[in-house]
T-cell receptor
Framework: DGGITQSPKYLFRKEGQNVTLSCEQN?????MYWYRQDPGQGLRLIYY???????QKGDIAEGYSVSREKKESFPLTVTSAQKNPTAFYLC??????????????FGQGTRLTVV | QQQVKQSPQSLIVQKGGISIINCAYE??????FPWYQQFPGKGPALLIA?????SEKKEGRFTISFNKSAKQFSLHIMDSQPGDSATYFC?????????????FGKGTMLLVSP
């Protein structure tokens, strides 16, 4: 089945530790995104990538890093510089080109908790 | 600065009633307005979307109404069912030229009581 796979579903991080969230898609989409979801805050964009080896900061990129070495993969690293990392993280992808208004497909999310 | 304002934050509707969620935007460059539905512990999924060249779009029990001059759009769920209980997000994207990302509202938690 085509879709987006995020792993792990639950992740626990100790203070001062870096953790990496995985996101893989087999939809052949060019664009991929990372969003953070907090209760009552909606979805806030962390990073996005339009093409392999290129990515752009979103609204809340501080304390996060990404890479896009393959079209299918867009891992997110939550660094120790992120002071409040406990949240639900969502990865998404969308096609580009005509028609421009393409649906964004989301993964099932990773819930990160600092312990 | 919140570019898409969504209301209400939460909504309780009786089964069979009409659920109405409203969104307003400031950026006139937005030209694509989708609604996403999210169940607990899951990722959002596209429900219905509209472009500003039409004032209304209907898909089954779900209707988007769009008022370009007021920069507002709303989601109407007719004959609301308990299975519709979820969080709904409006979003906006634009401009047409170049590349842009989705800007989401803060979400509305809908509960449809049996």
């Amino acid at each position: 089945d085509g879709g987006i796979t995020q792993s792990p579903k639950y992740l626990f991080r100790k203070e001062g530790q870096n953790v990496t969230l995985s996101c893989e898609q087999n939809l052949n989409h060019d664009a991929m995104y990372w969003y953070r979801q907090d209760p009552g805050q909606g979805l806030r964009l962390i990073y996005y990538s339009q093409i392999v080896n290129d990515f752009q900061k979103g609204d809340i990129a501080e304390g996060y890093s990404v890479s896009r070495e393959k079209k299918e993969s867009f891992p997110l690293t939550v660094t120790s510089a992120q002071k409040n990392p406990t949240a639900f993280y969502l990865c998404a992808s969308s096609g580009q080109g005509a028609p421009r208004f393409t649906e964004a497909f989301f993964g099932q999310g990773t819930r990160l908790t600092v312990v | 600065q919140q570019q898409v304002k969504q209301s209400p934050q939460s909504l309780i509707v009786q089964k069979g009633g009409i659920s109405i969620i409203n969104c307003a935007y400031e950026n006139t460059a937005f030209d694509y307005f989708p609604w996403y539905q999210q169940f607990p512990g899951k990722g959002p999924a596209l429900l219905i979307a509209i472009r500003p060249d039409v004032s209304e779009k209907k898909e089954g029990r779900f209707t988007i109404s769009f008022n370009k001059s007021a920069k507002q759009f709303s989601l109407h769920i007719m004959d609301s069912q308990p299975g519709d209980s979820a969080t709904y997000f409006c979003a906006a994207q634009g401009p047409n030229s170049g590349y842009s990302t989705l800007t989401f509202g803060k979400g509305t938690m809908l509960l449809v009581s049996p």
